[in-house]
């Protein structure tokens, strides 16, 4: 059964700073993806990353996936109020399902 | 173009009562997804179809639970015997086709559970 694990779960931080949002993953997961929530919103798509060494950038936000170590980042660079936002990680459950297993949420705060 | 919409947004029911939850996803989708989001966690996966048939539905807590999808678009998540602990929010998605495609969002139902 997948399992996946987000770090820190809440992160408060200034404008201008760059940080990084850690996904752990217990077995192996053919894909990784990466949502965005705002309060009271749906999630929305920022990135799926296919494969090992896979790096995607948009804007401020840079996603990378290493798949021997199960681990993806998320690393926010400059960071800006807009980005305040609960972001997840989710892995594909495997074993012919497809349907995605989240972690928990990383609660992010930018403040000015 | 209209993404995955859901019917009703908000919904308070007595416990014990039956509940009926609609997803229309976009249109051209093949796969259909449901989702229960708690407060403060991530969603949880319920329910996957694939056209018409449920292609896994290992997620559905118990008998309780059911969906339907009978002519391969609209889908409806069934709840019987409402408990307070159904309390939550039902996310539906929807992909060009199962597999690695990428699943969009509803903006789900909020059930609440009295």
């Known amino acids: 059964e997948l399992k996946v694990e987000q770090n820190p779960l809440f992160l408060s931080m200034q404008e201008g700073k760059n940080y990084t949002i850690y996904c752990n993953y217990s077995?192996?997961?053919?894909?990784l993806y990466w949502y965005r929530q705002d309060p009271g919103k749906s999630l929305e798509s920022l990135f799926v990353?296919?494969?090992?060494?896979a790096v995607k950038q948009e804007g401020r936000l840079m996603a990378s996936l290493d798949t021997k170590a199960r681990l993806s980042t998320l690393h926010i660079t400059a960071a800006v109020h807009d980005l305040s936002a609960t972001y997840f990680c989710?892995?594909?459950?495997?074993?012919?399902?497809?349907?995605?297993?989240f972690g928990k949420g990383t609660h992010l705060i930018i403040q000015p | 173009g209209a993404g995955v919409s859901q019917t009703p947004s908000n919904k308070v029911t007595e416990k014990g009562k039956y509940v009926e939850l609609r997803c229309d996803p976009i249109?051209?989708?093949?796969?259909l997804y449901w989702y229960r989001q708690s407060l403060g966690q991530g969603p949880e996966f319920l329910i996957y179809?694939?056209?018409?048939?449920?292609?896994?539905d290992s997620g559905l807590p118990n008998d309780r639970f059911f969906a339907v999808r009978p002519e391969g678009s609209v889908s409806t998540l069934k709840i019987q015997r409402t408990e307070r602990g159904d309390s939550a929010v039902y996310l539906c998605?929807?992909?060009?086709?199962?597999?690695?495609?990428?699943?969009?969002f509803g903006p789900g139902t909020r059930l609440t559970v009295t």
């Open positions: 179809f694939q056209g018409t048939g449920a292609a896994d």
């Open positions: 998605a929807s992909s060009l086709s199962g597999g690695p495609s990428e699943q969009y």
């Open positions: 989710a892995g594909e459950s495997g074993g012919g399902a497809d349907g995605l297993t």
């Open positions: 249109s051209g989708h093949t796969a």
């Open positions: 990353l296919l494969s090992n060494g």
């Open positions: 077995t192996t997961s053919d894909r």
